[in-house]
């Protein structure tokens, strides 16, 4: 099993405990609240995220193991969670391996698909493009 795919288990293992979507939303909220928070400096327009309703950023790291590494941040607490989400899925990760990955298939295995208005999943969406595309980006070079 990949480093993804075992973060994925993790999460899903994490997700089944909570009861309902109340609890869940709590718990996205609580994972949101864990995330260092960008510098001013890294709030830049190259930083944000195009297609999120709030306010998002993303900044990737990459490594000299050719991993990448990902920070993140938002305005919103639900989307902050979020953001918690990917990193936990995607950081750290190596190009070929972010891009082996199917996160719409990750996330209807931990209920969000469902659970989330279509603005949040539009962004989310927006988030795994542009981890995409750095990943990509990452490769060619």
């Not at 709590?26 to 995220?49: H, M, N």
């Not at 998002?56 to 991993?67: H, I, N, R, Y």
């Not at 298939?105 to 539009?122: D, P, V």
Request: net charge negative.
């Amino acid at each position: 099993m990949s480093g993804i795919d075992q973060a994925l288990a993790e999460l899903k293992d994490e997700f089944e405990l909570l009861g309902d979507w109340e609890e869940r939303y709590r718990y996205v909220i609580e994972l949101g609240r864990d995330l260092a928070p960008l510098s001013d400096a890294e709030r830049t327009d190259a930083q944000k995220v195009r297609g999120c309703a709030s306010q998002v950023w993303l900044v990737t790291e990459p490594q000299p193991s050719g991993a990448l590494v990902f920070r993140g941040d938002s305005d919103a607490h639900i989307v902050r969670g979020l953001i918690a989400i990917l990193l936990r899925l995607y950081s750290g990760r190596a190009p070929g391996e972010i891009l082996a990955f199917d996160a719409r298939q990750a996330f209807e295995a931990l209920g969000l698909t469902g659970a989330l208005s279509s603005q949040r999943s539009n962004g989310l969406a927006s988030m795994v493009a542009r981890i995409r595309r750095d990943a990509e980006l990452a490769l060619a070079a």
